[in-house]
C-alpha cells in the first residue's frame, strides 16, 4: 500500500503501471492488492498496462519486464512482488535505455538498499519491515505462550518505506 502512495506523490498526474507477480505466493498477491488498492484512490488515474506472472524468479521478471517495456516504453512504474524481481525490472529497464521509470520492491534487501545509493537509479523505494523486530516479537510471543501467560494470538509489524532519502538510516549491508 505505501508503495502505491509513494507512487501517488510521484506521479500526481497518474500513469501507466506495470506489474511483476507471482500469483501462487500469498504474501506478494497481499502486497500487489495493497498497492492497486492505493493507487485505485488516486486523483488523477493510474492504468495498469501490463501484469506478469514471475513464478518469483529473477530470470522470468527480466524476460517479462523486457517485453513489456518493449510494448509499453512510456510505462510510468512497474510495481514488484518483491525486491529481486525489482532488480531484474531496473535490469530491463536499463538494457531498453528508459530513466524515467520509477521501480518499487517490497522486501528492504541488502542488495536494493545498494541500489538505491546509486544517484540516478530507477529504484523509487522498497517497503519493507524489519526481520530483526519480527524475531524479537516472535520470541516475546514464544516466552508468554511457554510461561501460560496471555498473549495476541495476531501480531502486526510496522511497514515503512525505505527510499533514497533515507536508505542511509538502514545501512546497505544487511537487512533492518
Known amino acids: 500500500y505505501i508503495c502505491g502512495e509513494d507512487l501517488i506523490e ?3 498526474d497518474g500513469g501507466k503501471v ?7 505466493q500469498n504474501s506478494i498477491n497481499d502486497r500487489i492488492t495493497g498497492f492497486e488498492e ?3 484512490k488516486a486523483e488523477k488515474g493510474f492504468e ?18 523486457k517485453s513489456i517495456l518493449a510494448e509499453y516504453p512510456d ?3 512497474i510495481m514488484c512482488g518483491n525486491d529481486q524481481l525489482a532488480v531484474a525490472a531496473k535490469t530491463a529497464v536499463n538494457l531498453a535505455g528508459l530513466d524515467k521509470v520509477m521501480i518499487y520492491g ?9 541500489e538505491l545509493k546509486k544517484p540516478e537509479t530507477q529504484i523509487a523505494g522498497t517497503a519493507a519491515q524489519s526481520p530483526i523486530n519480527i524475531g524479537k516479537k516472535a520470541s516475546e510471543v514464544a516466552i508468554s505462550i511457554l510461561d501460560g501467560d496471555d498473549y495476541e494470538k495476531e501480531t502486526y509489524e510496522e511497514v515503512f518505506m525505505i527510499n533514497k532519502d533515507n536508505v542511509d538510516m538502514y545501512g546497505t549491508d544487511g537487512w533492518q
Request: proline share 7%; charged share 35%.
Open 10 to 12: 510521484k506521479a500526481p
Open 18 to 24: 506495470a506489474i511483476l507477480e507471482c500469483p501462487t
Open 48 to 65: 495498469v498496462v501490463a501484469r506478469e506472472d514471475t513464478k518469483g524468479e529473477f530470470d522470468k521478471a527480466l524476460e517479462a519486464a
Open 38 to 40: 492505493a493507487i485505485s
Open 106 to 114: 517490497v522486501d528492504g534487501s541488502p542488495d536494493i538498499k545498494k
Open 75 to 77: 510505462v510510468t512504474a
